[in-house]
């Protein structure tokens, strides 16, 4: 058993909207490309070129409909740790590889005690640990510990990977525990929500969710535009009308 | 008892930039480099097509570098053709050979060379040594990817979408997306929906699928594929009825006023009515008179019908316009079935655009100087954009419908101002550009290069590389009667018209990049029979020899003779040039350079290094100096610093002259990639405020445009709503003029070169019987990997390795059809196994699936029990290259009539339940892949810098 903080000074997390996600896996690839020699280095691959191709990612996007018919959406689901501040991820932990960060609430990995039971990977209900075969431990989201603090990049380079490289700008970073950060205002104005709140980990990641489609199944009622009926018994019919108000005096 | 870690490691021995190569976008990217290796690549914030972010192609760069299919020395072909039988040579051997090859041809007969180059980002080298060696065989692969767009554009408004020019993002306040685009332009428009959204600006997706960019649409009209141009011209119809158009802009910078002779049956009947000066004319309400349109100091008359002073009757182009999209023909209930989309909805999505342009109108307090000299104290816009790519531009209608969305674009005032959709400079161009192609009969010669490029546009019968009989002189027939306004060329023609000798064969295929026996050919089956067939009596290839470039071991590779290895697109130079593709803002030019930032370590050689090596070995005109030693020694970063293309103008545009102090025309400048270098690898003129809004009638912008090379002319550039150019092809067709199309064409050439763009439904359609064949089966391009480059990416391919069919929910219901069942996809060509998926999210008339992702057994490094290649499929195998027989027994190609856009879209197929199984069909034999390093079983990339590691 591994024991929790009772708190953190900040609750360092990311925001996702997924309003904007177009499920174009660029926080998918980035995240892998940086942690693969980063700290979780190396993020390994089977069978890279063969039947069953598969490996360790921290960060994956799922895309899928939901709802039926005409009001159905596709949505994409980008899915990683949660840094949750109950999570039994951690507590799982028999030899206290699995950890919170007391400073920063991040939830890490010690490759060098983890044992590679996989306790963690059962005990998290949002499926966000990866196991590397070729390593024989368990690899997770680090929220890139070893970026956001790091001197030796540039001071708005210190975001996570998948939040660097997001072209639509659906992943932010930020204190969650910190009302007034900008990423807590977003989560307050939009309605952000925790994933699967019901089982209590209490996620410090945090969806935004789709803004309401503005088509026809969602009110959207601009009148139509005017004169657009033929006129009936030799009344001046719309494209007779049309002309007369296109004959007019016209500069160049 | 927390560990300790550290949070500040070292991240890079040394950042270098370059631009990606990933696909199109060629975002600036930075490459983190430790002990010589690729640590980490990711966007330059400096940039300005990604500012700073990168896609999920551009970050997996690292596994596209280290593939395994990376070819690793020059390879000359033992066995049969497609046998895979390589022996490794070397690049003596290799460049001895082709140039004996291509020296007999140009001793001979040019064009017995076909040169053509895929997805090239140097064309405006390859078109140049194409032009030098003398033969007009040359094309990228814009004829089967987008000419459609760019011909529409350019003959319309001087522009385009993509590289041309981009929506005024910033200001927008309506958005409509038109197709699949999630290939070109990827980073630019993924950024600017994610803005747009958040600004609560209306975004609106045309496509038959709603994935990508379809999903977070507001509106997502899932549309029936080939259609689209009825709903456009819905929208147009709408709009006129309802008086919700920009006249003022219309007369402003249009040809909307130009009188049109309407004189039925005779030679100039749909011609502009001209003054003794060759200007056109138009009515002058003021003074009741005709006066000459260009005139500023008219009142022109839109409506109307005029009497000329020989008794012709001719009217303004609008009038021809009103009376075509006023027609109940496109009124919203009469496109209602044919599209899918109820009348209400095209009625409400016309309002929305009327009242984003005329209610949201945007002004900047900006300055500026119209073309006739007038000062304007503020630039007014339309704030209503668009976008369109492929899935306008793949149909066989595609020419049209792409005219009829610029139309609906003009009508509604919204080119390039505040807020609509804005030109990227080098364009605006004149309409159309100013470069026609050359290799009519007389023009190709024995040693000697072409008077001119071999690609251009052609503004009338007359320009056409035909000969005395019609007889195409190009192989791929483009500018011929099949494919008048090719534009770009048909690379998907060129085997198969090479392979029947139709109209001629040729003796070497010289083909960089362009995977041509799988995902980029249609009908397959028939173009790998066409590559192997030999000639009976002789027992030699029909297509004599083969040259082939690419980086890694793709399909083409094994139907090569000579095998020319490319370097990664991290070991090179090159170069994005204004005189090509550029990388430019609606704000201003932008061209960018590759360096190298790590050295190759197999025998290979950059292709643009190969051929300005092989230009000068054969000595053609440009690469040799006078005392015929190599002109560019130093290769193609000597090319692009040296190289001029007129006196000052060379393949990057900024510091230039002995100093490096000008832009635009210059000396050369050695310094001048260093430059490049230090700026982050690219080099972005942003122009002033008064310089960029109506560029095409912006007096600053003209003149400093003419000053700099991109135009010809400072004259404004007015939109041709009505297109004479096409017209002249029409009267042809009736039988006016000496250069007139042989009978079998008549009736096609005058049907489709309508100066006005219509809609008509997609030849394929036509020619089918719906009821064998119900479904329309299209591509789509998942936005992590949209070309075959992707499949030996060791991440991306943990993605996507099995491409399903898509297919309508409630459609597959209708059939009995459940998800991961197996089905047959028939065509008329024949028929293809595929395992479905079900999706609400498609058009019920529709299946898709992912484009190229398929693989053939034994290339690209993969094992033969890949899902790519197990279970993966191409529609391609069903698509036909030529059109079924006509009247006569002649066969069109399966393109669009005007510019012989290859018409991908247009498959029409029918879905059976298959038997079950676990492979997709056809099979094809496996390739055999010799001469590359065996694949790991196991990756752990990053292993090697954790050790390298304190």
Redesign the interface.
Known sequence: MTTLPQTTEKKLGLVI?L????????C???C????????S???????????D???A?LNRVH?Y?I???ET?????FPRSCLHCEAPDCVTVCPT?AS?K??EDGIV?V?P??CIGCKLCSWACPYGAREYD???GVMKKCTLC??R??????DE??RVP?CV???????RAFGDLGDPDSAVSKSVNDRGGFDLLADFGYKPVNKYLP??P????NNG?????????A?GANGAQS??D???A???????? | MQPKIDTSPKVADDIKTTTCYMCACRCGIRVYLQNGEVRYIDGNRDHPVNKGVICGKGSAGIMQHTSPARLRAPLLRVGERGSGEFREISWTEALDLATSWLGEIRRTDPKKLAFFTGRDQSQALTGWWASQFGTPNFAAHGGFCSVNMAAAGLYTFGGSFWEFGEPDWERTEYFMLWGVAEDHASNPIKSALGKLKSRGVKVVVVNPVRTGYGAIADEWIGIRPGTDGLFVAALIHELLTSQKIDLDYLARYTNAHWLVIQNPGAHDDGLFARDDDGQPLAWDKGSGEFASAKSIDIAPALVGAFTLDNGRKAVPAFQLVADRYLSLDYAPDRVADETGIPAATVRRIAAELAEAAFDKEVTLDVPWTDWAGRAHDQMIGRPVSMHAMRGISAHSNGFHTCRLIHLLQILLGSIDCPGGFRYKPPFPKLIPPHVKPTGKPGEVKPDTPLPGPPLGFIEGPEDLLIDDQGVPTRIDKAYSWDAPMAAHGLMHMVITNAALGDPYPVDVLFMYMANMSWNSSMNVPAVLGHLTDKDPKTDEYKIPKIIYSDAYYSEMVAYADLVLPDTTYLERWDCVSLLDRPVSQADGPADAIRQPVVAPDRDVRPFQDVLLDLGARLALPGFVDDAGDPRYPGGYSDYIVNHERAPGIGPLAAWRGTDGGEYGRGAPNKNQLERYIENGCFHYHELPENMRFYKHANRDYLDWAKGIGFIGSSEPIVFQLYSETLQKFRLAACGHGTIQPPDTHRERIETYFDPLPFWYAPFEESALDGSEFPLHAITQRPMHMYHSWGSQNAWLRQITAQNKLYINRQKAHELGLADDDWVWITGHLGRVRAQISLMDGTNEHTVWTWNAIAKRKGTWSLDKDAPEATKGFLLNHLIGELLPERAGGYRYSNSDPITGQAAWFDLRVRIEKAEAGDESRPQFEPLSAPHLVDPPDELEYGLQFREARP
């Open positions: 909207d309003d904007i996600c177009v499920g174009c896996q660029a998918v690839t980035s892998k490309e940086w942690n693969t020699s980063g700290y280095a190396p993020l390994s691959d089977q069978d890279p070129y063969g039947s191709p598969h490996g990612w895309g409909e709802g039926d018919g159905s959406l596709t949505l994409h206290g950890y960060r007391a890490l010690d060098d005690t075969y070729a390593q510990v070893d956001i603090y790091n001197e030796n990049l708005e380079d990977a660097r490289a997001c072209p639509t700008g659906a789709p803004r489609r503005r088509d026809s959207a009622n601009t009148p139509f535009l005017e004169s657009t033929p719309a494209t009308r049309f002309f108000w296109a004959d007019r005096m016209l500069a160049r």
